[in-house]
């Protein structure tokens, strides 16, 4: 089994683009040191979501220093937003070996999406991104992590590799799905291993739970 650490902002957010995002921003100091805490664990793979321009100024360096890798899932809506990855920002991850995926257009729940909004947001957002980083686009991150059955059928027919959830479990290397802890900025490089080295237990049920009613529901 696999630990799939999620990040979303590095440093000090500037605007809330909707509530409760700044729970998930680490400051660049936490950042670096749960970096060192995870870069020689092999079960270990990282990812970033939301597309921040901090994925490219503090996290790419940072990366590159200790020969790690991860993938970065973009925001198909926020390519000219200055806070957010450019396609020069795509390009150049893409260029130093990073993988590329696919968060969507605008950063909005996928279950219940209308056909026309899904169209939008699983296929124009993956066409866009593959422009803007040169390169293919096989992966999903759900934003908000929500889902059900009708939008893991609709991923699987838009034939992305894997899909990436926010279910806080270990996962199958091979998975289709991969459930994934997200870091917060409460979370340290001691919290981090926690996570990473815990040993199953009532939490990990629940969650499975949880996992198990959103694939059926």
């Not at 799939?4 to 605007?15: A, D, E, Q, S, V």
Request: aromatic letters at 6%.
């Amino acid at each position: 089994m696999i630990a799939n650490i999620c990040f979303h902002g590095i440093g000090t957010i500037i605007r809330e683009r909707e509530p409760g995002e700044a729970r998930y921003w680490v400051t660049e100091g936490s950042f670096l040191r749960i970096l060192d805490e995870l870069r020689e664990n092999p079960r270990v793979r990282l990812s970033f979501d939301d597309g921040n321009a901090s994925d490219a100024s503090v996290a790419l360096p940072a990366l590159l220093e200790r020969g790690l890798q991860a993938t970065f899932f973009a925001l198909a809506g926020r390519r000219d937003d200055a806070a957010s990855l450019s396609p020069a920002d795509l390009r150049e991850l893409r260029g130093a070996g990073m993988q590329i995926g696919s968060h969507g257009w605008e950063h909005v729940p996928w279950r219940g999406l209308s056909d026309a909004e899904a169209r939008r947001e699983l296929i124009d957002a993956r066409t866009a991104l593959v422009e803007a980083s040169g390169g293919p686009i096989d992966d999903a991150a759900l934003p908000l992590g929500r889902y059900d059955r009708r939008l893991l059928a609709r991923l699987r027919q838009a034939r992305y590799r894997t899909v990436y959830t926010s279910d806080r479990l270990p996962a199958r290397p091979t998975s289709h799905i991969q459930a994934r802890y997200s870091v917060t900025a409460l979370d340290t490089a001691e919290s981090v291993r926690s996570l990473v080295e815990h040993r199953p237990g009532i939490r990990d049920l629940r969650n499975l739970a949880a996992s198990a009613v959103k694939r059926l529901r």
